[in-house]
């Protein structure tokens, strides 16, 4: 894999889900226990793939999301891409496709269908393909192995009794294949990630006043990806993403990322 190789012309596709955030505005944190009056009420898209190309698409991305979509603002139990339905993609309108990870299996089936693609063009054509490992379920665990870039929270490494970045990219580092990044954002710390040139670190920018942090980890991914997609290096790419977090916490929503 070649990080730096910018791709001209083709797009960055986001595997996962879009969902409905009900955002209740508060005066302070509540206590346990007691009653708080809200302020305000905001419906807002969501979910982390669509939270993740909405800010690739502000950064000045050409980007497709892919994932269960039906009209209204309300609904329950929506399907999550099958392996069946990847294969209608056409894989050459892309340079990077990222999965968030949710049906763990079927997701790795699919990454397979990227690997057959790349081994039969050239490496100019080839696939950048990034996961996102954040709940910690044992079927996610598997997509460890599968991304040439990979995306492992602060939860997931918290459950495997990791206490830092830096401690969780050398422990998790051994799951990965060779060559890959191996990153994770721990919020005020700021991100770490460890990949075959050895361990690098970005602070955090916090922004003057903490507003909204919903999404801020999308907004991380999303913000390195750009950044890795544009030909930048993994430092570059590693503090672009603290940076853009960081920003984005500073407001309500994602319009104020740029």
């Keep these: 894999m070649n990080l730096k190789m910018a791709a001209k012309g083709k797009q960055i596709l986001c595997v996962g889900l879009v969902c409905l955030d009900i955002i209740n505005v508060i005066d302070t944190f509540p206590v346990e226990d007691t009653d708080t009056r809200c302020i305000s009420q905001k419906w807002q898209r969501g979910g982390n793939a669509s939270n993740s190309c909405t800010v690739l698409s502000l950064l000045g991305a050409s ?10 603002r309300i609904s329950e139990n929506l399907p999550n891409v099958t392996p069946e339905d990847f294969r209608k993609v056409d894989l050459s309108q892309y340079k990077w496709i990222h999965w968030e990870g949710r049906n763990g299996s079927e997701q790795v089936a699919m990454i397979q269908q990227v690997v057959q693609y790349n081994a039969n063009v050239s490496v100019e054509q ?3 393909i990034s996961v ?8 996610l665990y598997q997509l460890f192995g599968h991304g040439d870039v990979v995306f492992v929270s602060k939860d997931v490494a918290r459950h495997f009794g990791f206490n830092s970045a830096s401690e969780a990219v050398k422990g998790f580092y ?7 990044h191996l990153i994770c954002a721990w919020a005020e710390e700021g991100a770490d ?3 075959p040139n ?3 670190h ?3 920018f916090p922004p003057k006043k903490l507003v909204d942090t919903l999404g801020a980890g999308d907004t991380f991914n999303a913000a390195v990806i750009f950044e890795l997609h544009n030909g930048k290096s993994i430092q570059e790419a590693l ?3 603290c940076q853009i977090a960081g920003k984005k916490c500073g407001f309500q929503g994602y319009d104020g990322i740029v």
């Design 63 to 72: 980007c497709g999301f892919m994932g269960s979509l039906v009209p209204g």
């Design 126 to 128: 080839r696939i950048t």
């Design 132 to 139: 996102e490992i954040e709940k910690p379920r044992e079927e």
């Design 174 to 180: 051994s799951r990965v294949k060779p060559g890959a």
């Design 193 to 195: 990630t460890m990949g």
């Design 198 to 200: 050895g361990l690098f």
């Design 202 to 204: 970005s602070n955090a």
């Design 239 to 241: 503090t672009f993403g």
